[in-house]
């Protein structure tokens, strides 16, 4: 279980390890302005830090997981954001509807540390929801480890596929070719992938 603190935030080692360069590649990725859609938002370490960073968007966090949307509106009140960024919505990846009937489409949505600890169910729901709900010229950003050409692109990588597998046999670092094409299918373009520290990878679709 990650550590709490008292007041419900969370505290994930990842979010503080990979936040900066995640936030470098958004600079250059992000619309002006426009809500954008974070799924499996986590501690919500990410969503404040971005909503600091980056002020004339407006980042809506998500999460199932209750304790999750928890922690998110604790950071959200902690950092003195509440006047400013709406608060977490309860939301699966899997649902039909993402946003409340009336409410203004994403421009991008954001899944950080999705794919590889989720079923490849939840990998169709983001490319067919994100199709379903981006505004016309909206984006999808996907962030994580991923195979190349079916190969793990370092031991670390491989280590780390063959632990999740055994913790949950449904889960695992996906293959980039695979994601790529579940992605087209869906309808999205692809626009963009770049390399990120710690062998991860950036992958970024247009609608």
């Known amino acids: 279980m990650e550590p709490i603190s008292s007041d419900e935030r969370l505290f994930f080692p990842a979010t503080q390890r990979n936040r900066q360069p995640i936030g470098n590649a958004l600079a250059d990725l992000l619309p002006p302005a426009g809500v954008i859609l974070e799924l499996a938002s986590g501690s919500g370490e990410h969503g404040v830090a971005f909503q600091q960073r980056f002020p004339k968007i407006s980042w809506q966090c998500s999460d199932p997981d209750p304790d999750h949307c928890r922690s998110?509106?604790?950071?959200?009140?902690?950092?003195?954001?509440?006047?400013?960024?709406?608060?977490p919505l309860p939301l699966d990846v899997r649902c039909d509807d993402w946003i409340k009937p009336g409410a203004e489409a994403p421009a991008m949505v954001v899944a950080v540390n999705l794919l590889h600890i989720s079923p490849w169910e939840c990998t169709r729901a983001l490319m067919q929801g994100s199709v379903r709900h981006l505004r016309p010229d909206g984006k999808l950003l996907i962030y994580g480890p991923f195979r190349v050409a079916g190969k793990?692109?370092?031991?670390?990588?491989?280590?780390?596929?063959?632990?999740?597998?055994?913790?949950?046999?449904?889960?695992?670092?996906?293959?980039?070719?695979?994601?790529?094409?579940?992605?087209?299918?869906?309808?999205?373009?692809?626009a963009d992938i770049r390399l990120m520290p710690s062998n991860n990878q950036m992958i970024l679709f247009k609608r």
């Open 72 to 87: 998110i509106s604790a950071w959200i009140n902690h950092e003195g954001l509440a006047s400013v960024m709406p608060q």
């Open 152 to 190: 793990h692109v370092s031991d670390s990588n491989e280590q780390f596929d063959d632990a999740l597998r055994e913790r949950n046999p449904n889960w695992g670092v996906r293959d980039q070719d695979a994601v790529i094409n579940e992605a087209r299918h869906a309808g999205l373009t692809l």
